[in-house]
């Protein structure tokens, strides 16, 4: 499966929600003993980087950052694509990617600008100051197609900005997001035990490519599997 998600933040209330991560990564540090300092899920769910830490502890700074990133003045968008076979081509897994990816682009853009915003995207897979090459075709290819004026409503969208991960609070949400995210639809695939939900982070813009590769577009709180994967809504 492919995901991206991205939140955004209006200009005036960064400092707050900002306060709230600095609170929640200032416990994190005093509670694994120095070794994780900053938000990465993956790192508070691995028991390489913090051993002692039961799963108990972990998911709940899971919920705690989705409680903070469930807020009137954050907007949370996520969209998926996963390919319906075990013997996927790297050719097909590349197209897979760059077609969830400029759905994402694509729905964001006229989410905000439907709402007067012109958004800045950063993308923060980003590696040693790397960028992503793909990314930039991806966008290059939107910015050439004729709807695009109509999605942006002529506003100006600047260029991709690269970061490195977790260098923002927005990118900091989007890593929980994400991470929910995926593990939800892991765990549904696999008939393990669903541990996180992703309801936890609140309304969302949802989109996602089904098994007939159909863009279903379906916001609200909780992520669409049924609508987009078929898997039955009872956890």
Known sequence: MF???GCGIAGDKRAGIQSKINALEKRLARDSGGLLTSFHAKSIMSGKSWPKATRAMRLK???????????KYVLRFVTTGSLYTTRATAKEMK???DRVFSAYTIRTLERCTNGGVAPTFAFDQAQN???N????ECMIGIRR????IWFTRGAHIPAIEHVAPGSTIESKLADCLAFVTAREFDCRISGKNIDVDTQWYGYSQFSGFNSQADLIFNDGVGFPWRH????????
Do not use: H, Q, T
């Open 3 to 5: 995901l991206y998600a």
């Open 61 to 71: 700074y899971i919920r705690d950052m989705c409680k903070i990133a469930n807020s």
């Open 95 to 97: 197209l897979l990617r």
């Open 129 to 131: 100051g790397s960028k």
């Open 133 to 136: 090459g793909w990314a930039e």
């Open 145 to 148: 197609s004729p709807l695009f």
């Open 228 to 235: 987009v994967f078929g898997m039955k809504a009872k956890r």
